[in-house]
Every structure is written in structure tokens, then in C-alpha cells.
């Protein structure tokens, strides 16, 4: 017996419904994604409010994470009274009110590179979200740095697409392979500074997390990286566990400069990084003193510094100093093993 003679005309429609469904993901997310180039070409904070209100429904958790961070860039470029004349206040205050926004319902779509980039927009503009936004905030990038199957989530990629699209859809943005995965040095780094420039201490169980986390990723971190993630865990006084003390070292050497790679994506063969910043020699030091880990041996510290010499040299006498005076020569483990460490030849190898 054959189908019966209305079969074929369901199966068209359940087809056309299907391809009509699937035209309007697709337009949708190029909706979405034409929202966010719109936002990211904004020159003035209230341009950018003007785009999300008048998106209405349509902003998605990618666009408000698009929005703050814009306007963070924005205050950057224009001082402290910036996007537009004297609105910083302004624009500050609308900074946490979306931030808000996002922690209300839209944070389980969030990639961890939207939830971090969120943190350093408001720690970077100085903006103050009330206390229970940035710990929601703070709380969510947790759940992202835990191992998938212990509460982890992966969050909505991209540029603007859909949550209910396929992944194709979701257009491309970010970088940094942590879309839709683990936290990456950046998201990590990021995270942690602007939890210690809001003064908002995340708690031993982050803490915990994260130091989880940044050991997976350690030799990916930069120099930069590095010392901003260090530095802030050590005024937060959120110390790693012992058994993260010495690839702490080794990967601030090979961020340095040695140690087989350093940098985003190094690799033994990669070219060596650029040398640190001198604050960022100065900071990581107080920081690796500060956070409890034992100093290296003067002949290793003396190759760590080795790399960082040309930096150093830039310093003035008076920076030296103060760097000093509030560096890791306060420590007295520290300041012996510095005092030895200056004696040793500059041409030694850099090898923890």
C-alpha cells in the first residue's frame, strides 16, 4: 500500500518550515553580528546606549558585554572626563547599570572571554558595580574555570549569534581559544586584576579555581600576564598551593625570555618574547615574594633578572630604589637571595 495521497504535501511543508526556520537563524545572527560592529564603531559612550535601547529584545549577552567593554576603551582614549566632554560619571554609572543587566538573567550564555573582558572594562574605568553584580559576575567565570562535569559551562561564542543557532552562525570575535571553552591567560589574568582594582576579595573557593585553571594554561601566559595576575593575587592575598611554587617560576622564566617558549601560543622554537616591562619586573618579584613562594637559587635568580636586564637598566635610580623598598627586598628570604644574586655574571644561562 502507498502513502496516502497527503503525505508528500506534509513533507514538503515540515521541509519548507525547516529551511524557513533555518533563514531566519542565520538572518538573525547576521542581525546580530551587524548590532555588535555598530556598537564596537560608536565614538561617544551614549551612542552606544542609544544602539542597545533601541535593539530592545534583540541585544543579546554578547552585545552588552560589547557595550562596557566600548565604553572602557572609549574613557581610555579620552581621559578621565572622556566620551564626551564631562559624561565619564556618566557613562560610568551606565557602565554598571548593564553590567547589572547582564548579571540579571544573561550570564549563563556568557563565554568566559565576555565575562572577563566585562571585569577589566569596569576595573579599567574605574567603575564600582554594586557589590552583588560583580560577585555574580565573578562567580560565573568560577563556573568556567571548574573541569567540565564539576559545574563548568561553555557560554555563547562569537560575535552576536543566537543562542538557539548552530554554531556556525555565531559569527567570529574574541579570540583567544576561550569562546567556548576553559578561560584562557588573558580571560584569567584579566579576571583576577580587575577583582583586586575593585577590591572585591573573591574568596578562597575562586581562588582555588583559579589557581586550577592558570596552572593548565601557565605556559601560554606572557610576561604581562603574568605579573598582572600575580601582583593582584598577592594584594588579594590569595597565595597558590605549594605545588604550583616552582612552575611559577619556570613560567616567569620562559615568559622572560628562556625556559623553551614564553609568551601567548610559544613553543620551544617560537621566537623569544620581548622583555617585561621594568614595573613588570618589579611587580612580579614583590608578587612571587609576597605570595609565599621560596626564592630560587642566587645562580637561577640571577638568570631570571638576567633576562630582564635591558628593561631594568631603563629604570631610573629612583624607581630602582622604590622598587626595591617595596619589592621583594622587604622579604628577608628574598633580600638575601637578591643580594647574592647580583653578584653572579650577567651572561648566565636563564634555566629554573
Not at 68 to 91: E, I, N, S
Not at 122 to 130: E, F, K, Q, T, V
Not at 225 to 230: F, G, I, M, V
Not at 256 to 261: F, I, S, V
Amino acid at each position: 500500500m502507498g502513502p496516502p495521497p497527503h503525505a508528500p504535501r506534509r513533507a514538503a511543508a515540515a521541509a519548507a518550515g525547516a529551511g524557513g526556520a533555518a533563514a531566519s537563524c542565520f538572518a538573525r545572527a547576521a542581525d546580530a553580528r551587524a548590532l555588535t560592529r555598530a556598537i564596537k564603531a560608536c565614538s561617544d559612550w551614549r551612542e552606544v546606549r542609544e544602539r542597545l535601547d533601541a535593539a530592545g529584545g534583540a541585544a543579546n549577552h554578547i552585545h552588552i558585554a560589547a557595550a562596557v567593554t566600548h565604553c572602557a576603551q572609549l574613557l581610555a582614549r579620552r581621559g578621565a572626563g572622556g566620551a564626551g566632554g564631562g559624561g565619564g560619571d556618566a557613562c560610568r554609572a551606565w557602565m554598571a547599570d548593564a553590567a547589572a543587566r547582564l548579571a540579571g538573567n544573561r550570564l549563563p550564555d556568557c563565554a568566559p572571554r565576555q565575562i572577563s573582558n566585562v571585569l577589566w572594562a569596569l576595573a579599567s574605568a574605574g567603575c564600582r558595580p554594586p557589590a552583588p553584580v560583580a560577585a555574580a559576575l565573578l562567580g560565573a567565570l568560577e563556573a568556567r574555570m571548574l573541569p567540565r562535569g564539576a559545574g563548568g559551562g561553555g557560554g555563547g561564542g562569537g560575535e552576536g549569534g543566537g543562542a538557539n543557532c548552530s554554531s556556525s552562525s555565531s559569527g567570529g570575535g574574541g579570540g583567544g581559544g576561550s569562546q567556548m571553552g576553559a578561560p584562557g591567560p588573558q580571560d584569567l589574568s584579566n579576571a583576577i586584576w580587575a577583582a583586586a582594582a575593585m577590591g572585591q576579595d573573591p574568596g578562597a573557593r575562586w581562588a582555588q579555581a583559579f589557581w586550577a585553571a592558570a596552572e593548565a594554561a601557565l605556559p601560554e601566559f606572557g610576561p604581562q600576564e603574568l605579573s598582572n595576575a600575580l601582583h593582584a593575587a598577592a594584594v588579594l592575598g590569595r597565595a597558590p598551593p605549594a605545588r604550583l611554587h616552582a612552575p611559577l617560576l619556570s613560567a616567569v622564566a620562559a615568559a622572560w625570555g628562556g625556559g623553551g617558549g614564553g609568551g601567548i601560543g610559544g613553543s620551544a622554537g617560537a621566537q623569544r618574547p620581548a622583555p617585561p616591562p621594568p614595573q613588570a619586573v618589579a611587580n612580579t618579584l614583590w608578587a612571587l615574594a609576597t605570595l609565599g613562594l621560596p626564592p630560587p637559587p642566587p645562580r637561577q635568580l640571577a638568570a631570571l633578572l638576567a633576562a630582564s636586564r635591558g628593561a631594568l637598566a631603563g629604570m631610573s635610580q629612583s624607581s630602582r630604589e622604590g622598587a626595591g623598598r617595596g619589592g621583594a627586598c622587604c622579604h628577608p628570604g628574598w633580600q638575601a637571595v637578591l643580594g647574592a644574586a647580583h653578584n653572579q655574571p650577567a651572561s648566565l644561562g636563564l634555566s629554573l
